[in-house]
């Protein structure tokens, strides 16, 4: 457990741009320059939602970074992989929707949502038929629920005696007449209920709602929800006997005890583990609740017995519910969502129908490429029936290794759940999941790692067995240029599910898809005839535009909802009428990003020595001109592993969107007179049998030369002013670059893991554990090359790190490693921030970071005494 009650961190106010300093100490929050805050801190690009009935389309705009520093100096706690508050977050200042407007496909209607005079939106939510829409709004300190009916512009503004707080998960019951929300205030979560006719809404429950896990920390469901689209909700509240919060003592009461005896238990690296009895206590005392089902009269039912449920999930018809109960013992290697837990089936009285699975220790699939749990591993209700379970479970013990016809056995359970599992399907290669769409037709995926293979079979889940499947795709998942696209999906609102779109007739269904080939992306709408399993082509995007299909608008796909956008047209809304072939504007959406209009991109393509096909995108700062001399230049990239090398060399992209750099630290460097080289591929093909990560250097060398060649043979880049920077998995490649290159003159490395061996049993997408490939994760470890990183390098890293592999030791014993062999390196410690950086005062001070240190290494570098060239890839 680690309390960082004591821990608060006050942000400071210190916004000069002086130069860095030498020193091993705290430092206040530096800011860059004001014209590069207000583009940092600039409006978010434009967010579309579409309604249920895909007559409406909301479109909103929100202010990014709204959290600062003190937000998150909270107390809270890390527990078994989490972070977990120790108070209900309540506060308001922090959600930043600024605007809204729904519109209506025939363009003829835009209702700008309604707000208190500077206030703003929190949270919209669509009914199920589409016809109204709720949002809270924020002004004078407070929060209101306000519901629109766009078809008229009807407003009503729920009102309540005692609603106050935080408002938010908005539910709708499936006929659109009562809207479930919570209300947070200090003293916990409430759940209420809004009645849209009377525009009143009454409060069902104390703050008794369990806020730990209804937000996301076990389970992705919320911690309230219809049942079966209607009242009762089912919810998991605080148990009626719940202890105080256990004390926690300095003093400990004896040692700390993990066994193994002969058992293999493989388990990658994790942060924020349980570490003794006190977090145990603490574990319980926060996840622990009691499902129980809440009336709209506000009586609560409990449903079982209060524990720690990972999922709650009640059957399509209402019914049942489908409950996983974390159980002890509690593991300190592994976080809860791989915690001992028991899968049952209950009754709405809380009685157990059926145990589906019991785990008694906690278990972690192998690193193994197809390496899965022995039995049954995956349990979810099947959505088109009213109460039948799916269930999969592995023929080979879980070992890909074992021979076997086949790999995977699906099977199913209907209620009342007694006798045994009734076969329905067996797959050659691992189960990957089955679209439901009809009585008798379903689409089941099976896939192998090995050998990125995929295929789709339409099978017949009216037949006992599935019926003869019928093999519709057979692929590579990495073949972006063979991909089919995926279903077009529309809201049922006879179950609230998502099903494919069926044309009248039911004779096809339709896919949307990226279209990707050798000349870029050109999105595309098919329709897939069932009885044949032949797609035809109805719409493809064409140059100069880039157009992708958002929605299908009626069943025989007459007309569609598209994003349209050229190099110079901003993205907005369209209508397009397959039939007669017109286009209707449904917004006018100006630039985004108006600060980055001249700045200048390309789609960029290029090879390496090996045949290797990669690209990247080029940006050059505003008003820039080959005339005026080579530019500094800074990468950011993320290397990806592939077992092909046509995959590798695939294009991703278009030549024909509106590229605006997004407002990430390094792409601000344009504003400051870098160039940019945004995602440069760096492929890592596995060849010949062998893993991608066998070659990794001498590929990722490659990959990297080869793109400082095409930049610096374009005339715009000065290669021996070049920088180079990414973040976890590209922090990773960039140090790399460094210990085996001399290609750049710095880098820039957020979040990395640099020593293998503190990740023995895998890490991306190596499947071998260290003593499998110990030279593998030697020589792919840049901490064992300290020594030969002559290049300056600032590591920059959260704190609160909760990624699995990059603790922050990562970093402070590469600082040291660098420091200790004579080596320039700078390390930023970012207080209170995970993997990913949230808070507004530390998104200011990184942008200041970058701006001295390359301005310091790259900008104002003096030319190299030798230097990286194409024909030399200056392999150290």
Same mark, same amino acid.
């Given at each position: 457990?680690?309390?960082?009650?004591?821990?608060?961190?006050?942000?400071?106010?210190?916004?000069?741009?002086?130069?860095?300093?030498?020193?091993?100490?705290?430092?206040?929050?530096?800011?860059?320059?004001?014209?590069?805050?207000?583009?940092?801190?600039?409006?978010?690009?434009?967010?579309?939602?579409?309604?249920?009935?895909?007559?409406?389309?909301?479109?909103?705009?929100?202010?990014?970074?709204?959290?600062?520093?003190?937000?998150?100096?909270?107390?809270?706690?890390?527990?078994?992989?989490?972070?977990?508050?120790?108070?209900?977050?309540?506060?308001?200042?922090?959600?930043?929707?600024?605007?809204?407007?729904?519109? @209506?496909?025939?363009?003829?209607?835009?209702?700008?949502?309604?707000?208190?005079?500077?206030?703003?939106?929190?949270?919209?939510?669509?009914?199920?038929?589409?016809? =109204?829409?709720?949002?809270?709004?924020? !002004?004078?300190?407070?929060?209101?629920?306000?519901?629109?009916?766009?078809?008229?512009?009807?407003?009503? =503004?729920?009102? #309540?005696?005692?609603?106050?707080?935080?408002?938010?998960?908005?539910?709708? @019951?499936?006929?659109?007449?009562?809207?479930?929300?919570?209300?947070?205030?200090?003293?916990?979560?409430?759940?209420?209920?809004?009645?849209?006719?009377?525009?009143?809404?009454?409060?069902?429950?104390?703050?008794?709602?369990?806020?730990?896990?209804?937000?996301?920390?076990?389970?992705?469901? &919320?911690?309230?929800?219809?049942?079966?689209?209607?009242?009762?909700?089912?919810?998991?509240?605080?148990?009626?006997?719940?202890?105080?919060?256990?004390?926690?003592?300095?003093?400990?009461?004896?040692?700390?005890?993990?066994? +193994?005896?002969?058992?293999?238990?493989?388990?990658?690296?994790?942060?924020?583990?349980?570490?003794?009895?006190?977090?145990?206590?603490?574990?319980?005392?926060?996840?622990?609740?009691?499902?129980?089902?809440?009336?709209?009269?506000?009586?609560?039912?409990?449903?079982?017995?209060?524990?720690?449920?990972?999922?709650?999930?009640?059957?399509?018809?209402?019914?049942?519910?489908?409950?996983?109960?974390?159980?002890? &013992?509690?593991?300190?290697?592994?976080?809860?969502?791989?915690?001992? +837990?028991?899968?049952?089936?209950?009754?709405?009285?809380?009685?157990?129908?059926?145990?589906?699975?019991?785990?008694?220790?906690?278990?972690?699939?192998?690193?193994?490429?197809?390496?899965?749990?022995?039995?049954?591993?995956?349990?979810?209700?099947?959505?088109?029936?009213?109460?039948?379970?799916?269930?999969?479970?592995?023929?080979?013990?879980?070992?890909?290794?074992?021979?076997?016809?086949?790999?995977?056995?699906?099977?199913?359970?209907?209620?009342?759940?007694?006798? #045994?599992?009734?076969?329905?399907?067996?797959?050659?290669?691992?189960?990957?999941?089955?679209?439901?769409?009809?009585?008798?037709?379903?689409?089941?995926?099976?896939?192998?790692?090995?050998?990125?293979?995929?295929?789709?079979?339409?099978?017949?889940? +009216?037949?006992?067995?599935?019926?003869?499947?019928?093999?519709?795709?057979?692929?590579?998942?990495?073949?972006?240029?063979?991909?089919?696209?995926?279903?077009?999906?529309?809201?049922?609102?006879?179950?609230?599910?998502?099903? &494919?779109?069926?044309?009248?007739?039911?004779?096809?269904?339709?896919?949307?898809?990226?279209?990707?080939?050798?000349?870029?992306?050109?999105?595309?709408?098919?329709?897939?005839?069932?009885?044949?399993?032949?797609?035809?082509?109805?719409?493809?995007?064409?140059?100069?535009?880039?157009?992708?299909?958002?929605?299908?608008?009626?069943?025989?796909?007459?007309?569609?909802?598209?994003?349209?956008?050229?190099?110079?047209?901003?993205?907005?809304?369209?209508?397009?009428?397959?039939?007669?072939?017109?286009?209707?504007?449904?917004?006018?959406? +100006?630039?985004?990003?108006?600060?980055?209009?001249?700045?200048?991109?390309?789609?960029?393509?290029?090879?390496?020595?090996?045949?290797?096909?990669?690209? #990247?995108?080029?940006?050059?700062?505003?008003?820039?001109?080959?005339?005026?001399?080579?530019?500094?230049?800074?990468?950011?990239?993320?290397?990806?592993?592939?077992?092909?090398?046509?995959?590798?060399?695939?294009?991703?992209?278009?030549?024909?969107?509106?590229?605006?750099?997004?407002?990430?630290?390094?792409?601000?460097?344009?504003?400051?007179?870098?160039?940019?080289?945004?995602?440069?591929?760096?492929?890592?093909?596995?060849?010949?049998?062998?893993?991608?990560?066998?070659?990794?250097?001498?590929?990722?060398?490659?990959?990297?030369?080869?793109?400082? /060649?095409?930049?610096?043979?374009?005339?715009?880049? /000065?290669?021996?002013?070049?920088?180079?920077?990414?973040?976890?998995?590209?922090?990773?490649?960039?140090?790399?670059?460094?210990?085996?290159?001399?290609?750049?003159?710095?880098?820039?490395?957020?979040?990395?893991?640099?020593?293998?061996?503190?990740?023995?049993?895998?890490?991306?997408?190596?499947?071998? %554990?260290?003593?499998?490939?110990?030279?593998?994760?030697?020589?792919?470890?840049?901490?064992?090359?300290?020594?030969?990183?002559?290049?300056?390098?600032?590591?920059?890293?959260?704190?609160?790190?909760?990624?699995?592999?990059?603790?922050?030791?990562?970093?402070?014993?590469?600082?040291?490693?660098?420091?200790?062999?004579? !080596?320039?390196?700078?390390?930023?410690?970012?207080?209170?921030?995970?993997?990913?950086?949230?808070?507004?005062? %530390?998104?200011? =001070?990184?942008?200041?970071?970058?701006?001295?240190?390359? /301005?310091?290494?790259?900008?104002?570098?003096?030319?190299?005494?030798?230097?990286?060239?194409?024909?030399?890839?200056?392999?150290?």
């Amino acid at each position: 457990m680690i309390s960082i009650s004591s821990r608060r961190v006050l942000s400071t106010a210190f916004f000069g741009f002086t130069p860095l300093f030498a020193a091993s100490a705290q430092q206040t929050y530096q800011s860059p320059p004001a014209g590069l805050i207000r583009i940092l801190e600039a409006p978010a690009n434009p967010v579309s939602s579409i309604s249920p009935n895909r007559q409406w389309i909301l479109v909103t705009v929100s202010d990014p970074r709204t959290i600062t520093i003190s937000d998150m100096a909270d107390s809270a706690y890390y527990l078994a992989g989490s972070k977990i508050r120790a108070n209900p977050d309540y506060r308001i200042e922090n959600i930043g929707i600024r605007s809204g407007t729904v519109s @209506s496909i025939d363009g003829k209607t835009a209702r700008a949502l309604q707000v208190p005079t500077g206030g703003r939106i929190g949270t919209t939510s669509w009914s199920s038929d589409g016809e =109204h829409l709720a949002y809270t709004t924020i !002004g004078g300190g407070k929060m209101e629920l306000v519901i629109l009916d766009p078809a008229t512009g009807v407003l009503h =503004h729920i009102a #309540a005696a005692g609603l106050s707080g935080k408002l938010g998960d908005l539910d709708w @019951s499936r006929d659109g007449r009562h809207l479930a929300f919570t209300a947070t205030t200090p003293a916990g979560t409430a759940v209420w209920v809004a009645d849209v006719t009377t525009e009143a809404a009454r409060r069902l429950t104390g703050p008794a709602l369990n806020f730990t896990t209804a937000r996301g920390n076990i389970v992705d469901d &919320p911690g309230c929800s219809w049942l079966n689209g209607r009242a009762p909700l089912v919810c998991r509240l605080w148990p009626a006997q719940r202890h105080a919060l256990p004390k926690t003592s300095e003093v400990p009461t004896g040692v700390i005890v993990q066994e +193994s005896y002969g058992r293999s238990a493989p388990a990658r690296t994790y942060e924020y583990l349980l570490q003794g009895p006190a977090d145990e206590a603490l574990f319980d005392y926060y996840f622990a609740d009691q499902v129980s089902l809440v009336g709209l009269d506000g009586k609560i039912t409990p449903i079982g017995q209060p524990g720690v449920h990972a999922r709650v999930a009640p059957s399509p018809n209402g019914k049942y519910l489908l409950v996983e109960t974390i159980q002890r &013992p509690y593991s300190y290697q592994v976080p809860m969502d791989v915690f001992p +837990s028991r899968t049952e089936v209950w009754d709405l009285n809380g009685k157990v129908l059926r145990e589906i699975r019991n785990s008694h220790v906690a278990e972690e699939a192998p690193s193994a490429r197809d390496a899965v749990l022995p039995g049954i591993r995956i349990v979810n209700w099947r959505p088109d029936v009213p109460a039948t379970l799916v269930m999969v479970e592995a023929l080979d013990k879980g070992n890909p290794r074992n021979v076997v016809p086949k790999r995977d056995q699906v099977s199913l359970l209907s209620a009342p759940f007694t006798g #045994a599992l009734t076969p329905f399907v067996q797959t050659e290669y691992r189960y990957g999941g089955i679209s439901w769409v009809s009585p008798n037709t379903a689409f089941l995926i099976d896939r192998l790692s090995r050998g990125a293979k995929q295929r789709v079979w339409q099978i017949d889940p +009216s037949a006992l067995t599935g019926g003869i499947p019928k093999l519709v795709w057979d692929r590579s998942a990495e073949d972006r240029y063979s991909d089919p696209g995926t279903w077009v999906l529309v809201q049922d609102t006879a179950t609230d599910r998502l099903v &494919p779109l069926r044309s009248s007739d039911g004779r096809y269904l339709y896919l949307r898809g990226n279209g990707a080939s050798p000349e870029g992306d050109r999105p595309f709408l098919d329709r897939f005839e069932l009885t044949t399993g032949k797609t035809e082509r109805l719409w493809q995007s064409a140059a100069p535009n880039y157009e992708q299909v958002l929605q299908v608008v009626d069943r025989d796909a007459g007309r569609i909802i598209t994003q349209r956008e050229s190099p110079t047209d901003a993205p907005n809304y369209f209508v397009r009428d397959l039939r007669n072939k017109s286009l209707t504007q449904i917004t006018k959406l +100006s630039d985004p990003a108006p600060y980055f209009a001249n700045v200048k991109s390309e789609l960029i393509t290029y090879s390496r020595p090996d045949g290797i096909k990669l690209s #990247a995108t080029l940006y050059l700062p505003a008003g820039y001109d080959k005339s005026q001399g080579r530019l500094p230049f800074f990468f950011w990239a993320y290397p990806r592993e592939f077992q092909s090398a046509d995959a590798a060399s695939q294009l991703a992209g278009s030549p024909y969107q509106f590229k605006r750099p997004a407002r990430q630290n390094y792409l601000m460097l344009l504003m400051h007179g870098y160039g940019v080289l945004d995602g440069p591929t760096m492929p890592i093909v596995g060849a010949n049998g062998k893993e991608p990560n066998d070659s990794y250097i001498d590929q990722l060398v490659a990959s990297a030369q080869a793109a400082v /060649d095409k930049i610096v043979d374009m005339g715009v880049a /000065d290669r021996d002013r070049i920088g180079i920077g990414g973040h976890s998995y590209g922090a990773f490649m960039t140090v790399n670059l460094l210990a085996h290159s001399d290609i750049f003159r710095t880098g820039i490395a957020e979040s990395g893991a640099y020593n293998r061996t503190l990740t023995p049993f895998g890490f991306q997408a190596e499947p071998r %554990t260290y003593w499998e490939a110990p030279e593998v994760y030697n020589a792919m470890s840049p901490f064992n090359y300290a020594n030969k990183i002559n290049e300056p390098v600032l590591l920059i890293h959260g704190q609160r790190d909760d990624n699995s592999g990059t603790f922050p030791i990562q970093s402070e014993r590469l600082f040291a490693a660098i420091k200790g062999n004579g !080596g320039s390196v700078r390390y930023i410690q970012l207080p209170l921030e995970p993997h990913g950086y949230t808070a507004r005062e %530390t998104q200011r =001070h990184l942008l200041w970071e970058y701006i001295n240190w390359l /301005d310091k290494y790259v900008k104002r570098a003096p030319p190299r005494t030798t230097s990286a060239t194409a024909t030399s890839p200056a392999l150290k």
